[in-house]
């Protein structure tokens, strides 16, 4: 199960960019 925790760690990495990126790059 390491490798679903590893890819739940990276997706919400993901979201964690994406949801900041367009803040970002809006202002």
């Known amino acids: ?3 679903d925790e ?3 760690y990276k ?3 993901v ?3 994406a949801d900041v990126q ?3 790059l809006r202002y």
């Open 11 to 13: 997706i919400g990495e």
């Open 22 to 24: 367009p803040y970002v």
């Open 15 to 17: 979201c964690k960019i």
């Open 6 to 8: 590893g890819r739940l």
């Open 1 to 3: 199960m390491a490798t």
